[in-house]
């Protein structure tokens, strides 16, 4: 638990000293000073009730009358102050969840990691839930146990020398020897709290794992939830209800086991605690009665040592009464933890030279392939051997091992990191890719038109002309209208939305992956030849198994990988580069190791 912490603190103790370290500490001490002034009223109210009792033993009706004018003020103190510290403590919470939302969320949405990381084997699942839940329990249960932490502090120092001067003196014979024991009730609330907080960690020490467990099983089940979503037409069209009913049951019922550990030792844990407070309201009263009967306290202050007794009790029992929440929090700190560091390993092993591809921009105007090899994220080999160079404003289609035509689409944009060699880009390109699964953003269409870009970029007579060319033109009137475009659109009205924004954003090279995978070959060689036309200089590579479209294209990359990985390139027609026209694959370099590999000795 100490570790982690420690851990949490490093990642997300930049909010007190980055930008918002002004802001930060104004609230934190705002927190401190409400803390402060909510002791002092817990020891007036000491004080008042001290007061109170001793007017009523005495039976002065106008000194009672005088100390409820008090205690009305005391109220009014207390309501003004918790509202103040309420109000700060929530601000403070906030900004700081937003803060560490920002960092990890954008470290993970940072040059393809969110991508990478599902293909690293043992990366950590469900980052959504980490970065929405463990994020937001993390954050707001730290201040709050920092906060209440900080309070039993205040409160335990004031209140031990308040109860160390009630407690008088009491003369003990041991052996005939008299002893003078003064401050008495102090010792026995350290040895009662003590003996409470050994037992409590001793029955709770499971729960931060059983905690822990618990909510990746949540995590689990939501994920099963949105993918059911996500997939929501597939599945009725093939009547898979029932299949996904038994897997969402499975998931579920991870989460009843996890819910059933955690409840045996919340139980534990609960039925310590009851008996702890309980016996905490009457223990400081039997202790003192003695004192009280043998007329050395008065009633008042009798009432003041018992509540004193309690105040120091349960300073002294933080660790019994915030043990669940700990646990929670705890638990929810690692989550996010094992997030950033997975994210934080895969930028490091990418930067490092030597071990990952290399692609750069250059001063020339080809893309270059140079002794690639290609590997997976656990290191292994999937291909090598690959050289080949593609000229501006060819139009190039790459058939054969589609696995192999994704991979180097994602090595080209600078997402699949993992292998060696080297990729060289025109250094004034302007790239655009368009995925077979293209992703339409829940907004406008003329925001999913412009994506990434800003909606503004593009006036509406461009986007509607875009739109008519690629024949969606019904869709004009609806430019401006949000919606769910990822259902409201088929696949084939998605695929043409993606030339639609081809044609608005105009690059220079094209990559297109299965652009007719839910077209026919005449519809996808139509949108080929709108691109052309409004785009005659760009360059196309498409990575296509319809190999009827050869003619358009000019220039045919055959990729063909053997059984040991090695790649032959049959380039044939258009304007391919002088030599052999089937290129031999390079030999196979030594396996990379996991993590991306070590050089060679």
């Given at each position: 638990m100490g570790g982690t912490l420690r851990r949490f603190a490093r990642l997300a103790g930049g909010y007190w000293t980055g930008s918002e370290r002004w802001s930060a500490c104004l609230l934190t001490a705002l927190l401190v000073a409400f803390g402060i002034l909510q002791i002092l009223l817990v020891i007036r109210l000491n004080l008042w009730s001290?007061?109170?009792?001793?007017?009523?033993?005495?039976?002065?009706?106008?000194?009672?009358?005088?100390?409820?004018?008090?205690?009305?003020?005391?109220?009014?103190?207390?309501?003004?102050?918790?509202?103040?510290?309420?109000?700060?403590?929530?601000?403070?919470?906030?900004a700081w969840r937003r803060w560490l939302t920002m960092r990890v969320g954008d470290g993970w949405l940072d040059r393809g990691r969110q991508h990478q990381l599902t293909l690293v084997p043992g990366a950590p699942g469900n980052p959504d839930a980490r970065i929405a839940d463990d994020i937001r329990v993390a954050t707001e249960a730290s201040i709050e146990l920092a906060n209440s932490l900080f309070y039993c502090v205040l409160l335990l120092g004031s209140f031990v020398s308040i109860l160390w001067g009630l407690s008088g003196t009491v003369r003990l014979a041991l052996g005939g020897i008299d002893l003078a024991v003064p401050g008495y009730l102090v010792g026995l609330a350290f040895v009662y709290a003590g003996v409470g907080v050994a037992v409590a960690f001793l029955l709770g020490r499971t729960l931060v794992q059983v905690t822990d467990l618990r909510q990746s099983a949540e995590a689990g089940?939501?994920?099963?939830?949105?993918?059911?979503?996500?997939?929501?037409?597939?599945?009725?069209?093939?009547?898979?209800?029932?299949?996904?009913?038994?897997?969402?049951?499975?998931?579920?019922?991870?989460?009843?086991?996890?819910?059933r550990l955690q409840t045996r030792g919340l139980r534990r844990l609960t039925l310590f605690t009851s008996a702890y407070g309980t016996m905490s309201a009457m223990f400081p009263i039997l202790v003192a009665a003695p004192r009280y009967l043998a007329g050395d306290l008065t009633l008042g202050g009798l009432v003041q040592t018992?509540?004193?007794?309690?105040?120091?009790?349960?300073?002294?029992?933080?660790?019994?009464?915030?043990?669940?929440?700990?646990?929670?929090?705890?638990?929810?700190m690692e989550r996010v933890l094992v997030l950033q560091h997975a994210v934080d390993t895969i930028g490091a092993e990418v930067g490092r030279p030597g071990?990952?591809?290399?692609?750069?921009?250059?001063?020339?105007?080809?893309?270059?392939?140079?002794?690639?090899?290609?590997?997976?994220?656990?290191?292994?080999?999937?291909?090598?051997?690959?050289?080949?160079?593609?000229?501006?404003?060819e139009r190039v289609l790459l058939l054969g091992d589609p696995r192999l035509a994704r991979a180097l689409f994602k090595v080209v944009a600078r997402v699949w990191p993992w292998g060696r060699g080297r990729v060289e880009l025109p250094d004034d390109a302007a790239i655009h890719f368009l995925p077979a699964s293209l992703h339409l953003p829940a907004d406008t269409l003329r925001a999913i038109l412009a994506y990434p870009d800003e909606p503004g970029m593009f006036d509406q007579a461009a986007c509607v002309q875009a739109l008519a060319r690629v024949g969606l033109g019904?869709?004009?009137?609806?430019?401006?209208?949000?919606?769910?475009?990822?259902?409201?659109?088929?696949?084939?009205?998605r695929q043409r939305a993606g030339f639609a924004r081809i044609l608005l954003k105009r690059p220079s090279w094209i990559f297109l992956e299965e652009p007719g995978e839910a077209l026919d070959t005449a519809a996808e060689l139509a949108l080929m030849q709108v691109i052309a036309e409004a785009l005659p200089a760009a360059t196309l590579i498409t990575a296509s198994?319809?190999?009827e479209l050869e003619a358009f294209y000019g220039r045919t990359l055959r990729l063909e990988p053997a059984a040991d990985g090695r790649v032959f390139v049959r380039d044939s027609g258009g304007r391919a580069p002088a030599g052999e026209k089937i290129r031999p694959a390079w030999p196979a370099i030594e396996v990379i190791r996991r993590g991306f590999g070590e050089g060679p000795g």
């Open positions: 001290a007061d109170l009792f001793d007017a009523l033993e005495r039976r002065d009706a106008r000194e009672v009358l005088v100390q409820s004018a008090v205690f009305a003020a005391i109220v009014a103190g207390t309501m003004a102050v918790n509202a103040a510290h309420l109000e700060a403590r929530r601000r403070l919470q906030m089940y939501r994920s099963g939830l949105f993918r059911d979503l996500e997939q929501a037409e597939t599945i009725a069209l093939l009547a898979g209800e029932g299949n996904e009913r038994q897997r969402l049951r499975a998931l579920f019922q991870a989460i009843v086991a996890s819910w018992a509540q004193a007794f309690q105040q120091v009790t349960a300073a002294l029992s933080w660790p019994i009464d915030n043990f669940p929440r700990l646990a929670e929090t705890v638990a929810s071990l990952a591809i290399d692609v750069a921009a250059v001063s020339g105007s080809s893309l270059t392939f140079i002794d690639l090899t290609i590997a997976d994220a656990d290191g292994g080999i999937l291909f090598s051997g690959i050289s080949t160079e593609i000229r501006p404003g019904d869709l004009g009137p609806r430019l401006d209208s949000p919606g769910d475009w990822m259902r409201q659109l088929d696949p084939s009205q198994h319809h190999g």
